[in-house]
């Protein structure tokens, strides 16, 4: 089978990159071609036989000229249009896989790949992982930046929340472009012709399916972990966090509960804006970003980790790669973390922002050292998807209903 992942980096940029690198690689093992297509980049390590790419677009960056056309071009792009479509002549796939694809090369890719279906008889499906909620809130995260309040008003496609709101980088311009974004291809009714929209937790698919154009079509493959050999290994006296130092990632719950359990010590190993509140707790230790055997025998030697998170993450790995490794978490009762805990089982959760509550877990369980134990041993037990198991199921879904492509 002939697979086409697109998405709008081709360079390691985050999650959802390595997502579509290691499984590029495993569809390639299983027998699969695949071809990718991007936006080229001087650090794009992956692509396709003609080398079709669309023009680099750095908000951060780049001149004012081009920065100029930009509110056009993350709505519309006739250039993505134009490069996609060189790359289907040429490799005609079976499947196109969208991830990130939304304001750099815009949903307008998914009516050239239905144009090209049409004018040469091609039988391709359209498969998108929903890696965030791009396609039902401007602002990808469900959360206003100003009062950094999770925030659903947009949902059933009521997107002038977006602008009231100022989402978009607490910006009314770039609320306007964004909502601009959201009504036009909402209008234009592009998302039809998806055939099947993959939720990486079942949170995620309950805020997507609130479009009941969505519904039908979306289905939840929790994201894929690597396997770790187990090993026994002395558990150590300290609690981990490890991730990102930031409001959003709960930072500033966690660091008001390190002051009120001030004897109890916490490493944590990551790096972000807050981290300057972190060095000034006298009970952690700040190992700065970790990755590597360097952070896996950090996570297999604490009694247990901490996912604070104050957004409605979806499937974090950071849980899932503590419990692979025998460390329970106690995690944020909030968005897809609770699909990953099973409370007072194999973790515990807690009322997400509260450090009293988060506190109190912590005392109880750095005393019941059994207790701990017994949610190890649970850890061990869980069965997540590693990339063969994930691509079996990948695979399955893109073999079904071939008649209605």
């Given at each position: 089978?002939?697979?086409?992942?697109?998405?709008?980096?081709?360079?390691?940029?985050?999650?959802?990159?390595?997502?579509?690198?290691?499984l590029?690689?495993?569809?390639?093992?299983?027998?699969?071609?695949?071809?990718?297509?991007?936006?080229?980049?001087?650090?794009?390590?992956?692509?396709?036989?003609?080398?079709?790419?669309?023009?680099?677009?750095?908000?951060?960056?780049?001149?004012?000229?081009?920065?100029?056309?930009?509110?056009?071009?993350?709505?519309?792009?006739?250039?993505?249009?134009?490069?996609?479509?060189?790359?289907?002549?040429?490799?005609?796939?079976?499947?196109?896989?969208?991830n990130n694809?939304?304001?750099?090369?815009?949903?307008?890719?998914?009516?050239?790949?239905?144009?090209?279906?049409?004018?040469?008889?091609?039988?391709?499906?359209?498969?998108?992982?929903?890696?965030?909620?791009?396609?039902?809130?401007?602002?990808?995260?469900?959360?206003?930046?100003?009062?950094?309040?999770?925030c659903?008003?947009?949902?059933?496609?009521?997107?002038?929340?977006?602008?009231?709101?100022?989402?978009?980088?607490?910006?009314?311009?770039?609320?306007?472009i964004?909502?601009?974004?959201?009504?036009?291809?909402?209008?234009?009714?592009?998302?039809?012709?998806?055939?099947?929209?993959?939720?990486?937790?079942?949170?995620?698919?309950?805020?997507?399916?609130?479009?009941?154009?969505f519904?039908?079509?979306?289905?939840?493959?929790?994201?894929?972990?690597?396997?770790?050999e187990?090993?026994?290994v002395?558990?150590?006296?300290?609690?981990?966090?490890?991730?990102?130092f930031?409001?959003?990632?709960?930072?500033?719950?966690?660091?008001?509960?390190?002051n009120?359990?001030?004897?109890?010590?916490?490493?944590?190993?990551?790096?972000?804006?807050?981290?300057?509140?972190?060095?000034?707790?006298?009970?952690?230790?700040?190992?700065?970003?970790?990755?590597?055997?360097?952070?896996?025998?950090?996570?297999?030697?604490?009694?247990?980790?901490?996912?604070?998170?104050?957004?409605?993450?979806?499937?974090?790995?950071?849980?899932?790669?503590?419990?692979?490794?025998?460390?329970?978490?106690?995690?944020?009762?909030?968005?897809?973390?609770?699909?990953?805990?099973?409370?007072?089982?194999?973790?515990?959760?807690?009322t997400?922002?509260?450090?009293?509550?988060?506190?109190?877990?912590?005392?109880?369980?750095?005393?019941?050292?059994?207790?701990?134990?017994?949610?190890?041993?649970?850890?061990?037990?869980?069965?997540?998807?590693?990339?063969?198991?994930?691509?079996?199921?990948?695979?399955?879904?893109?073999?079904?209903?071939?008649?209605n492509?």
């Amino acid at each position: 089978m002939k697979i086409l992942l697109i998405n709008k980096f081709l360079y390691p940029n985050g999650g959802s990159e390595t997502y579509i690198f290691k499984l590029g690689e495993y569809l390639q093992k299983m027998g699969n071609e695949v071809q990718y297509f991007g936006m080229e980049h001087e650090g794009r390590c992956v692509g396709n036989r003609v080398n079709a790419y669309t023009s680099n677009m750095d908000f951060h960056g780049g001149s004012k000229l081009a920065k100029l056309t930009y509110p056009i071009k993350t709505i519309y792009s006739r250039e993505a249009r134009i490069q996609i479509r060189k790359v289907l002549d040429d490799f005609q796939p079976d499947v196109c896989h969208l991830n990130n694809f939304n304001y750099q090369l815009t949903p307008s890719i998914i009516l050239e790949i239905v144009k090209w279906r049409k004018e040469t008889g091609q039988k391709c499906k359209i498969i998108f992982t929903a890696h965030d909620y791009q396609l039902v809130c401007p602002n990808h995260q469900l959360k206003n930046p100003i009062t950094h309040e999770n925030c659903e008003k947009c949902l059933g496609g009521h997107f002038m929340n977006c602008v009231k709101g100022k989402c978009i980088h607490a910006s009314i311009v770039k609320s306007i472009i964004g909502t601009m974004e959201a009504e036009f291809w909402k209008w234009c009714g592009v998302y039809k012709y998806i055939d099947k929209i993959i939720c990486c937790s079942e949170f995620l698919k309950m805020k997507m399916d609130t479009n009941p154009l969505f519904a039908a079509k979306t289905i939840t493959i929790h994201n894929f972990v690597e396997k770790v050999e187990p090993k026994k290994v002395e558990k150590s006296n300290y609690i981990l966090y490890f991730g990102r130092f930031s409001q959003e990632k709960g930072i500033n719950t966690l660091v008001e509960t390190c002051n009120l359990i001030p004897d109890i010590p916490f490493i944590f190993a990551g790096s972000g804006p807050l981290e300057y509140k972190i060095n000034q707790l006298k009970n952690v230790k700040n190992v700065g970003f970790q990755t590597g055997d360097a952070l896996d025998i950090l996570i297999r030697q604490a009694r247990f980790s901490i996912c604070p998170s104050e957004v409605y993450e979806n499937c974090p790995f950071s849980v899932m790669e503590s419990q692979q490794r025998g460390t329970p978490v106690i995690g944020a009762n909030i968005g897809g973390i609770p699909e990953l805990i099973t409370n007072d089982v194999d973790g515990r959760l807690f009322t997400s922002q509260d450090s009293k509550q988060l506190a109190a877990i912590i005392k109880e369980l750095w005393n019941n050292p059994t207790k701990v134990t017994k949610y190890a041993n649970e850890c061990l037990k869980l069965k997540r998807d590693d990339i063969v198991t994930y691509c079996n199921k990948l695979m399955s879904i893109v073999s079904l209903d071939d008649n209605n492509v």
